[in-house]
T-cell receptor
Framework: DAGVTQSPTHLIKTRGQQVTLRCSPKSGHDTVSWYQQALGQGPQFIFQYYEEEERQRGNFPDRFSGHQFPNYSSELNVNALLLGDSALYLC?????????????FGPGTRLLVL | GNSVTQMEGPVTLSEEAFLTINCTYTATGYPSLFWYVQYPGEGLQLLLKATKADDKGSNKGFEATYRKETTSFHLEKGSVQVSDSAVYFCALSGNSGYALNFGKGTSLLVTP
């Protein structure tokens, strides 16, 4: 059973460019969440997608947007890249049963903005 | 809002030593609590979880008990191994939201 997969593994961009990161959830999961992890810090919640809609959003600017497809996979788009966007971007998938939801993480995409 | 506070690292222990990593939280209602582990260059792996007060999560020799009276979820292991060297994150998921709130992480180095 494949876990959460993300692509690409590494990416280098320059300021002002746009980037798209991709995530495929664990089999049986219908929810995808995205997190940004700066070096030496804990992950920060960007947003969560469920039924192809953004269900909850963290404190990130509109430059960060996403999409979920009918097969539950997801994309994270970041426009007008800033140096401060350099981080590890983590995708997590889950399936909620009542109040319980456990998020399982992929290996991440490491983005470097020059 | 919800928040998690972890003891600062790095923590350096000799192999077979006892490990405690402290975690306290602030949240309304009854959050679910998690410990995740991150090995160098990798994503996060779920280590254990607890969803209600007095629950004990356990996995691979690690344990943590959900203490509502002290709003804590301390991670313990009786005898650490070199392979346990990693960064450990405490996290919570609140009643009304779906996001995980993480602590800053505690780096553990176990030496032979």
């Amino acid at each position: 059973d494949a876990g959460v997969t993300q692509s690409p593994t590494h990416l280098i961009k320059t300021r002002g460019q746009q980037v798209t990161l991709r995530c495929s959830p664990k089999s049986g999961h219908d929810t995808v969440s995205w997190y940004q992890q700066a070096l030496g810090q804990g992950p920060q919640f960007i947003f969560q997608y469920y039924e192809e809609e953004e269900r909850q959003r963290g404190n990130f600017p509109d430059r960060f947007s996403g999409h979920q497809f009918p097969n539950y996979s997801s994309e994270l788009n970041v426009n007008a890249l800033l140096l401060g966007d350099s981080a590890l971007y983590l995708c997590a998938s889950s399936f909620r049963v009542g109040r319980e939801e456990t998020q399982y993480f992929g290996p991440g995409t490491r983005l470097l903005v020059l | 809002g919800n928040s998690v506070t972890q003891m600062e690292g790095p923590v350096t222990l000799s192999e077979e030593a006892f490990l405690t990593i402290n975690c306290t939280y602030t949240a309304t209602g009854y959050p679910s609590l998690f410990w995740y582990v991150q090995y160098p260059g990798e994503g996060l792996q779920l280590l254990l979880k607890a969803t209600k007060a007095d629950d004990k999560g356990s996995n691979k020799g690690f344990e943590a008990t959900y203490r509502k009276e002290t709003t804590s979820f301390h991670l313990e292991k009786g005898s650490v191994q070199v392979s346990d060297s990693a960064v450990y994150f405490c996290a919570l998921s609140g009643n009304s939201g779906y996001a995980l709130n993480f602590g800053k992480g505690t780096s553990l180095l176990v030496t032979p």
